[in-house]
């Protein structure tokens, strides 16, 4: 869960999860579509098919027991350089350094690196914290690299004066810190799309994204994305005959709605709609009323409309 996602952000879906899957063997008999819904809004979905893969291999290759060799755990789904450092290190107190983005923050300045933080960095500071991993107790040493880089030297106004290291700081001692790492640029990609609510006898459509590429497996509502020049609700005509084979008979616009995901903003324009064909239902097709969509994993976009909808 850790992965790209900060700690706060993550605390009530870790204390749901363990709750509810206290064991390896509980994920890897779980519904992928469950755990997917206990995901929901913590984003990078192919987080949670990887943990249930990896629950599978686990299990059924190293009887339940989470190896500690580096590379048997490399060849794990979901197990980059960071989570087998995290895990071994951890988990069995192993000499194996991480680099995530704070430690990678701390080091730049700690060393004088000039530049944006990226991983091409990383190779210097992994030789330099080979060198100062302690023989013991690298749980705790790896924790306080990883903190000290979220609490005392943040990306924005680091707390030098009380940095417990700001001693051999080179960053501190020219007074560079503010300017290292390089800021990125950030730059937002802005996509309308349109979107249909189709309603009949208090069910509501939705159909299931195909089970590969982004938010795959998860269940929306259907529409697609306004092309340039093109009018919101042009374009939902456009979709709703492309994807589902039938015309609309009205639309009314319901709302906009506004979601940020992590490199692009999206504008949803949401219409009520009526159909002039019958639907077919085919397999991840389903009508369900308001109180059954807890039982279908969402994207956050879909998951707002039907907050909206619940309220209403
Ligand atoms: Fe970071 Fe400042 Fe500490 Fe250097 S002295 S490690 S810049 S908080």
């Not at 952000?9 to 390896?24: D, F, N, R």
């Not at 194996?96 to 960095?121: C, H, Q, W």
Request: charge should be positive.
């Amino acid at each position: 869960m850790l992965q790209q996602t900060t700690v706060n952000a993550v605390i009530p879906y870790y204390q749901k999860w363990v709750k509810k899957y206290p064991s390896m063997e509980s994920v890897a008999k779980a519904n992928e579509q469950d755990l997917l819904k206990m995901w929901q809004g913590l984003g990078y979905y192919s987080r949670v098919r990887n943990i249930k893969k990896a629950a599978n291999l686990f299990i059924e290759k190293f009887e339940g027991i989470v190896p500690k060799d580096p590379e048997l755990l490399r060849k794990i789904p979901g197990f980059g350089p960071y989570t087998v450092g995290a895990v071994l290190s951890i988990a069995y107190d192993l000499r194996v350094p991480i680099i995530d983005a704070n430690v990678r923050r701390v080091f730049m300045r700690l060393l004088g690196i000039e530049g944006y933080a990226d991983t091409s960095k990383d190779s210097v500071i992994l030789d330099i914290l080979n060198g100062l991993m302690p023989q013991k107790k690298n749980n705790i040493f790896n924790q306080a690299l990883m903190e000290l880089g979220a609490l005392v030297c943040r990306s924005k106004e680091p707390l030098c004066v009380m940095c417990p290291v700001n001693h051999f700081c080179a960053a501190y001692d020219r007074g560079i810190q503010e300017i290292i790492p390089t800021p990125k640029k950030k730059v937002i990609n802005e996509i309308d799309v349109s979107i249909a609510v189709i309603k009949k006898g208090g069910k509501y459509f939705i159909q299931q994204r195909s089970s590969s590429g982004l938010l795959a497996g998860l269940w929306e509502f259907p529409g697609g994305k306004v092309e340039k020049g093109e009018a919101p609700l042009v374009a939902l005509k456009r979709e709703i005959k492309e994807e589902l084979d039938v015309d609309l008979k009205s639309a009314k616009h319901m709302m906009d709605i506004v979601h940020y995901y992590t490199s692009f903003k999206v504008r949803l324009h949401v219409y009520l709609c009526e159909l002039e064909q019958k639907l077919k239902l085919e397999e991840g097709r389903k009508w369900v009323f308001v109180n059954e969509f807890n039982q279908y994993p969402m994207p956050s976009g879909s998951a707002k409309i039907v907050e909206k909808l619940i309220s209403q």
